[in-house]
């Protein structure tokens, strides 16, 4: 195969090429891909896009009984500190074969990307990779205290657990992560050889060579699906690389449960035929689609209705609904084979009405030497309500209702943002070390919820003033010149806020230092000086003032 193609093909799986370097090839992977932190992975998609080998992967697990000895016991004394544990054996098949010098390497180098990226940077999980033939079974994950002492990898004297979290590198950059426990997450074998202190450093006693032949992977976590997410990639990189690879039992001391790990059962997402053809603009069939799927190594089986199942192998952690199903039918279809066409909606050119009001309103702000930002509109609760000082519902106004979004897989976007005020002094709290003064606007939708539980889109702009003398006038004078360029003809008044009446947005204010902003007899915003509390919450170093209108109300949409 040329390189050229291969270059050609590479861009297309969501890989930058960096630099060629003869027959090397320097790449920067995205981190929704972790499959891609080694060689292994990155070849395997390869071969599916250039139809070496398409479909799922090929892949055996044996599995092993109890009699096998392979076997860790989980300790009740790591359930509130590090629960989770999922482990591994893998051989080599061929006896005489150990890890290559840059077998090893690659290996290294794919558990600190995992670490970094999947395990976020070791506190959602943390690998340790062992030579299984130092080991004797059954293995327990317990506790130890601070004073627990053993010889940290590459290291050729005893450290106590409190000299590696104050001495050594690992334990002053990772040790914030077990900085609240008394007691600390160990692994040990049958001899009371110390394998792990998870997730911070590995035992010199197990350490991997370039001649090691078989393999014991570990991985603790605080959340079990990273932990499982993480193995499965570990396992399939394994097996393509020469192992066979092997389960080990998980047993509960406590309960008495076990569980073999890893799981590579494949998952299952049923999808529709023209679904994927309304999202791509294409007119593939069931056979086409099942095509591109199958090069981009998933498997399919046509269920019925023009619907396909895809099977999705388990080292594809990436892929959790259907549009990602859409964006592989893509990849699998080539990119390169879209073409451009005019959209086959109607328009009559230019900027519509609103887009154009929205221009004017720019141009005054920019005028009054504001900076435009733009914020996501799904946002965190953390961010939204807890650190403004507001709850999610309140009692003095039992008619709001938050809108969370169900199953949502990030923390950082539970919820459609009710206020731009919030997000915008998120940004604020991100240029602290930039000069004063900043002014910042945002002109963007926020959403809320009626008691008849209809949702219902705003247009509204938000603005934040932060200086050392930032407060309720300029920002009074400020909401004057937006109303003005919005309608001039309009009457607006102030009502002051009081505690006690203050609703969602307005307990983030000083009480007696904010506003209501009423608009030919409608409430349309707020505005005033930003409380104390929230401003020592964002860590912000200056006053602020802010506020917030709604601009769909005074341009009548």
């Not at 290996?107 to 940077?121: A, K, P, V």
């Not at 911070?200 to 932990?227: G, W, Y």
């Not at 199958?294 to 619907?307: F, Q, S, V, W, Y």
């Not at 609904?321 to 390169?336: K, L, T």
Request: proline share 4%; glycine share 6%; with cysteine.
């Amino acid at each position: 195969m040329k390189l050229d193609r291969i270059l050609t093909v590479l861009p297309f799986i969501g890989l930058d090429i960096e630099a060629v370097d003869n027959d090397n090839v320097r790449i920067e992977y995205n981190p929704n891909r972790p499959d891609f932190s080694s060689e292994v992975g990155i070849v395997r998609a390869l071969k599916g896009l250039l139809e070496i080998e398409i479909g799922l992967p090929k892949f055996k697990l044996s599995t092993n009984d109890d009699s096998s000895g392979y076997i860790v016991k989980v300790d009740p004394s790591v359930k509130h500190i590090r629960p989770h544990i999922v482990s591994l054996i893998a051989k080599k098949k061929e006896k005489e074969e150990g890890l290559s010098n840059e077998s090893l390497r690659q290996l290294i180098s794919m558990q600190e990307d995992l670490h970094n990226g999947i395990g976020r940077r070791r506190k959602k999980a943390s690998i340790g990779i062992h030579n299984l033939d130092r080991i004797k079974f059954p293995i327990t994950y317990t506790t130890a205290e601070d004073n627990f002492s053993f010889i940290p990898l590459d290291k050729s004297v005893n450290y106590t657990i409190k000299q590696i979290l104050s001495e050594l590198d690992t334990g002053k950059q990772y040790g914030y992560i077990l900085k609240d426990t008394k007691r600390y997450p160990i692994i040990i074998d049958a001899e009371n050889s110390v394998l792990s202190f998870p997730p911070i450093v590995n035992s010199n006693a197990t350490k991997i060579k370039a001649d090691t032949q078989n393999l014991f992977v570990e991985i603790t976590a605080n959340n079990k699906q990273t932990a499982e997410d993480t193995i499965a990639i570990i396992a399939m990189t394994l097996f393509d690389t020469g192992f066979e690879i092997q389960t080990v039992t998980i047993n509960d001391i406590e309960s008495g449960y076990n569980e073999l790990t890893p799981n590579m059962q494949p998952a299952h997402l049923q999808i529709d035929a023209n679904y994927i053809n309304e999202i791509l603009g294409l007119n593939l069939d069931i056979n086409e689609i099942s095509f591109s799927l199958k090069k981009c190594r998933l498997g399919t089986e046509e269920a019925h209705d023009k619907r396909i199942s895809c099977i999705i192998p388990r080292y594809r952690s990436d892929i959790i609904h259907r549009i990602d199903i859409v964006e592989e039918v893509a990849i699998g279809y080539g990119i390169d084979n879209f073409k451009p066409r005019l959209p086959c909606s109607k328009t009559s050119g230019g900027k519509s009405d609103i887009t154009a009001f929205f221009d004017v309103i720019r141009e005054v702000m920019i005028g009054l030497g504001m900076l435009e930002v733009v914020n996501f509109g799904l946002v965190s609760k953390k961010m939204q309500f807890d650190l403004m000082g507001i709850k999610e519902k309140k009692e003095e106004d039992p008619s709001r209702k938050t809108i969370e979004v169900d199953g949502a897989k990030s923390n950082e976007h539970q919820f459609l943002r009710d206020s731009l005020i919030p997000s915008l002094l998120q940004t604020l709290s991100h240029n602290v070390h930039e000069e004063y003064p900043q002014r910042l606007f945002e002109i963007g939708k926020v959403f809320e919820l009626t008691e008849d539980m209809t949702i219902h889109e705003y247009w509204n702009i938000g603005i934040v003033i932060a200086h050392n003398s930032a407060g309720y006038t300029e920002a009074k004078s400020v909401m004057q010149e937006v109303i003005t360029a919005c309608d001039g003809g309009g009457r607006y008044t102030t009502a002051a806020i009081t505690t006690k009446a203050a609703a969602s947005l307005n307990s983030m204010f000083i009480e007696g230092r904010c506003a209501d902003i009423v608009f030919n007899g409608k409430n349309v915003g707020v505005m005033g000086e930003i409380a104390p509390l929230v401003i020592e919450n964002l860590r912000l170093r200056v006053p602020v003032s802010a506020l917030e209108l709604n601009l769909s109300y005074l341009i009548g949409q």
